[in-house]
């Protein structure tokens, strides 16, 4: 059963003041009065029980209206268990070939199915780096642009590795988790020169990153010693994947680590009704003046 509240209860007291008016503060009309002449009346309005009823309804619906009615539904967040995690790919020209991309992107869209209560973020890379979505629990959002992105949506000649880790890492500027992983994904090397390695690793590991990259493709096409390099110094972990077996494989046991707390939350959500009583009120405003109308002048 829905229950209504009101933001402002201390608004009704208008109405009781407005009824020891009704009842006490008579209303004064100016008339002239020529009792020679018939046919003409006095021009005042007079006060019958159907103005009385309509004055009073207009009082009562403003002052419902002013004292806003609203409903409100609690929302609690369980106490679960999960992370903050970023997804970096690599959309580069390279990950054409093969319709790596595509295999890429449906792998990674399971994942994203699979973790329910995980913050997640995504970084796309190729000439440039930027952050498509950042941390966010709203999972739909990320897996319709997963839908939507393809390769040269950032670019097709290069391949901004380093500058995607560095912007990726500035998610978590703000972030209390205690869990927080960085899931890089490539197949090429670093060819920008806008951000150093060290600097790109240094930014992970200031916010406590884990990084797990996944080189895909062959050995050639990217630089392992580098791959395993950011992987070491932030606590993650380097894999190779020249196959789609091995990149779900990969993923899997991602998702298999352990998962922190999140602390249980509440907030209220409130929803507002004051729109219905005002216009109700207005309109018995417009109907009193109308029979107000009618029967001063005999229309």
Same mark, same amino acid.
């Given at each position: 059963?829905?229950?209504?509240?009101?933001?402002?209860?201390?608004?009704?007291?208008?109405?009781?003041?407005?009824?020891?008016?009704?009842?006490?503060?008579?209303?004064?009309?100016?008339?002239?009065?020529?009792?020679?002449?018939?046919?003409?009346?006095?021009?005042?309005?007079?006060?019958?029980?159907?103005?009385?009823?309509?004055?009073?309804?207009?009082?009562?619906?403003?002052?419902?209206?002013?004292?806003?009615?609203?409903?409100?539904?609690? $929302?609690?967040?369980?106490?679960? *268990?999960? #992370?903050? =995690?970023?997804?970096?790919?690599?959309?580069? +020209? !390279?990950?054409?070939?093969?319709?790596?991309?595509?295999?890429?992107?449906?792998?990674?869209?399971?994942?994203?199915?699979?973790?329910?209560?995980?913050?997640?973020?995504?970084?796309?890379?190729?000439?440039?780096?930027?952050?498509?979505?950042?941390?966010?629990?709203?999972?739909?959002?990320?897996?319709?642009?997963?839908?939507?992105?393809?390769?040269?949506?950032?670019?097709?000649?290069?391949?901004?590795?380093?500058?995607?880790?560095?912007?990726?890492?500035?998610?978590?500027?703000?972030?209390?988790?205690?869990?927080?992983?960085?899931?890089?994904?490539?197949?090429?090397?670093?060819?920008?020169?806008?951000?150093?390695?060290? $600097?790109?690793?240094?930014?992970? *590991?200031? #916010?406590? =990153?884990?990084?797990?990259?996944?080189?895909? +493709? !062959?050995?050639?096409?990217?630089?392992?010693?580098?791959?395993?390099?950011?992987?070491?110094?932030?606590?993650?972990?380097?894999?190779?994947?020249?196959?789609?077996?091995?990149?779900?494989?990969?993923?899997?046991?991602?998702?298999?680590?352990?998962?922190?707390?999140?602390?249980?939350?509440?907030?209220?959500?409130?929803?507002?009704?004051?729109?219905?009583?005002?216009?109700?009120?207005?309109?018995?405003?417009?109907?009193?003046?109308?029979?107000?109308?009618?029967?001063?002048?005999?229309?």
């Amino acid at each position: 059963m829905m229950q209504i509240h009101f933001e402002y209860p201390w608004a009704f007291a208008l109405l009781a003041i407005y009824l020891i008016c009704m009842k006490f503060c008579k209303e004064r009309h100016d008339r002239l009065i020529f009792p020679r002449l018939k046919g003409v009346g006095s021009g005042a309005f007079k006060s019958g029980w159907i103005s009385d009823l309509l004055k009073l309804l207009t009082a009562l619906l403003l002052v419902i209206a002013l004292a806003s009615p609203f409903k409100s539904d609690k $929302v609690v967040f369980e106490r679960d *268990k999960g #992370y903050e =995690i970023s997804l970096i790919l690599d959309a580069s +020209g !390279s990950m054409r070939e093969l319709n790596k991309f595509s295999i890429v992107k449906g792998i990674v869209s399971q994942f994203v199915k699979q973790r329910p209560h995980d913050k997640i973020g995504l970084t796309i890379f190729a000439d440039f780096a930027y952050v498509a979505i950042p941390l966010t629990y709203d999972k739909k959002s990320i897996l319709r642009l997963l839908k939507r992105i393809d390769v040269g949506v950032a670019g097709m000649q290069r391949t901004a590795l380093y500058e995607a880790l560095f912007l990726s890492s500035k998610l978590f500027a703000h972030s209390k988790a205690k869990e927080k992983l960085a899931i890089l994904l490539t197949d090429g090397v670093d060819n920008t020169d806008t951000i150093p390695l060290q $600097v790109a690793i240094n930014t992970a *590991k200031k #916010y406590g =990153i884990k990084v797990y990259v996944i080189g895909v +493709g !062959s050995a050639g096409d990217y630089n392992p010693q580098v791959l395993e390099m950011i992987a070491q110094e932030t606590g993650g972990k380097f894999y190779e994947a020249d196959s789609v077996a091995k990149l779900q494989a990969i993923y899997k046991e991602i998702d298999r680590l352990e998962k922190s707390e999140i602390k249980q939350g509440s907030f209220v959500k409130k929803h507002y009704y004051f729109y219905y009583p005002l216009g109700a009120g207005l309109l018995t405003l417009l109907l009193y003046l109308l029979y107000r109308k009618r029967s001063r002048y005999g229309i």
